[in-house]
C-alpha cells in the first residue's frame, strides 16, 4: 500500500510560515501534480513528503504510516531531481546499481533489477558510458532508472525536465507517463509546466503562496476552476480577463457592460446576489470565441499580431486598454487585417468579483 495523507501540515522558515496546513489525500498508484507559480511553496512540500525538510505541525502519513519522524532513506520514496546527480566517474550501469550495493542487496538480484530497468528505458546500449558521455535526455533517464531500481513505494519528482530542450522534454513527458502506466507507483511530481500537470497528472494540486487552491483532474480544473486564480493558472493560453461592472440584476442574472467597450452587455446566471455597480471580471478561454453574430454579444477587436499555425491562429489584440488572445480557426481570420468582430458566448464564460470569487 503507498497512499499518502497529508494533514494540516505546516512548514515554517525562522518565524515565516512557508505552508499554511496542507490537506492532502494520494491514493495507491494515483499520479498528482502540483503547480503553482514560483515560491508558492510547491517543492517545500515535495522536500517535506521526502523527508528532506522538517515537518512544523502536522501528520504525513505513506502507505499508513506516519514517517514525520521516519529517516528519508526509511520512507519507501525514491526522488528524481531536475539535476540529474549522477556521479561522473561511475557508468551508467555502476550509476543504477550503486545505491543497492550500498544496502548490501545480494548482486544477482542487483544485476536483474539494473538490466530490468536499462530495458524499460533503453538504455541498455549505453551501460559503459559515463555521464558526460550522454546528452541531456539520455542522463535524465539514467536519473529516472536509479529511481526506478530502488522499487520505491512512491516516486517525487521535482521539475525532472526543465533542463531538456522542448522536443526532448515531449519525449521524455510521454515516457514519464508511459512509466506510470507500467509500474503502477504512486507518483508526485512538481512543475511549472502547463502542458506536463494537464498531460500527466491524474489530480492537480494548484498551490498558491502555500495554501492550496483547489484539488481536481486536469479537465475538472478547466471547465470548472475553483476562482480567477485557478481559471488564470490552468489552460495555455490563458484565460483572458476583461474588466466589467454590473449594469442591471434579474433575479439568478446579471447583466454585465465590458469597461472597454460598454456596448458590449452580457446578460449571465449568477448564483449568488451581486449589486448593480459590482465592479467583476468576465473571464473567457482563448479557444471560446465564436464567430459574429452567434455569440450571445460581439466584440471588435484591434489585431496586435496574427500567428498563423496552419490549423489554428493565435490573435493577439487589445480592447481599449485591454490586452487579450483569441485563437480561431485559421480560415476565420486568414490574411492581414487590422481589426476583428467576434462572438462571446454566454455559455462559455466565466464571472469573478473584486476579489477573484467565482460568480458563475
Ligand atoms: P519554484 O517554482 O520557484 O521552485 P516553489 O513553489 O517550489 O518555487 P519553494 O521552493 O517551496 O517554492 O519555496 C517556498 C517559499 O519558501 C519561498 O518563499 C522560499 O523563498 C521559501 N524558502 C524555501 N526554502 C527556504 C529555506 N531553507 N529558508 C527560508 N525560506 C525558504
Redesign the pocket.
Known sequence: MAELSLSNIV?R??G?E?IHGANLEVKDGEFVVFV????????????MIAGL?DITSGELQIGGRVVNDVEPADRGIAMVFQSYALYPHLTVEENLSFGLRMNGNPKADTERRVRHVAEILQITELMKRRPKQLSGGQRQRVAIGRAIVREPQVFLF??PLSNLDAELRVQMRVEISRLHKQLGTTMIY?T?DQTEAMTLADRIVV?RA?NIEQIGAPLDLYDDPANQFVAGFVGSPKMNFLKAVVVETQPGRAVIALESDTKTRLTLPVADPIEAGAKVTLGIRPEHFVDADTGDADLAVTIDVAEHLGNTSYIYATIGPEQLIIERPESRVAGNRDTLTVGLPASRSFLFDGAGKRLR
Request: some cysteine.
Open positions: 512548514k522558515f525562522g515565516f512557508i503553482g507559480p514560483s515560491g508558492c511553496g510547491k517543492s517545500t512540500l515535495l522536500r525538510e521535482d521539475e512538481v511549472h498551490l502555500g
